[in-house]
């Protein structure tokens, strides 16, 4: 079955500066991977998505993800943080488009001024 | 386009009690899903319909928790009777190639 983990259930980074979030996944096949934001009392935004291609995949708000196999991992990344970025961030892995997702954690990013 | 709907966004409810919530996804869309969200967890699916039968139900405490699609549209889950540990965001989803769309989620509170 497939899994993820991600690293740092809280990351805080000053505005302007790189923001790195740590994700990595369990799949006994080539697992298709997803980034969700939450904003407080919100549901679940796509950020950015991989299936198959290009393995750098770039998102909204400027946010993009590099799907690494031999580290089974898919960070996700954003060379300017801005305020607005402050929310919960979900990685996902799932089988294909519509079998069950399994999400990790989460992690809650904070902006400072 | 419309997203989708849950109502209500708020409960809060004794143990033993029952509650129900309501999804409307987006039109069209033939794949449905419920999600339990706890505090500090990634959601959890508890159930998907394909129209309206189940596609998933694996993950769903079948002793406390039903949930049913009539006639493919509109969905409602409900628990009882409902438990402390039933705290917690649910959050409905619905998709047609795939991309799931997820609602504003109901928060129930469980005292």
């Known amino acids: 079955a497939q899994s993820v983990t991600q690293l740092g259930s809280h990351v805080s980074v000053s505005e302007g500066a790189l923001v790195l979030l740590r994700c990595n996944y369990s799949s006994s096949v080539p697992p298709y991977l997803f980034w969700y934001v939450q904003y407080p009392n919100q549901g679940l935004q796509l950020l950015l998505k991989?299936?198959?291609?290009?393995?750098l995949v770039k998102g909204i708000n400027g946010f993009e993800a590099e799907f690494k196999k031999s580290e089974t991992s898919f960070h996700l990344t954003k060379p300017s943080a801005h305020m607005s970025d402050a929310a919960e961030y979900f990685c996902?892995?799932?089988?294909?488009?519509?079998?069950?997702?399994?999400f990790g954690a989460g992690t809650r990013l904070t902006v400072k001024p | 386009e419309a997203g989708v709907a849950q109502s209500p966004r708020y409960k809060i409810i004794e143990k033993r009690q029952s509650v129900a919530f309501w999804c409307n996804p987006i039109s069209g869309h033939a794949t449905l899903y419920w999600y339990q969200q706890i505090l500090g967890q990634g959601p959890k699916l508890l159930i998907q319909f394909q129209n309206n039968g189940v596609v998933d139900d694996s993950q769903l405490p079948k002793d406390r928790f039903s949930a049913e699609r009539l006639k493919g549209v509109d969905s409602t889950l409900k628990i009882q009777p409902a438990k402390l540990e039933d705290s917690a965001v649910y959050l409905c989803?619905?998709?047609?190639?795939?991309?799931?769309?997820f609602g504003p989620g109901t928060r129930l509170t469980v005292t």
């Open positions: 996902a892995v799932s089988l294909d488009n519509n079998n069950d997702m399994r």
């Open positions: 991989y299936t198959t291609g290009a393995t």
């Open positions: 989803a619905s998709s047609s190639s795939g991309f799931k769309n």
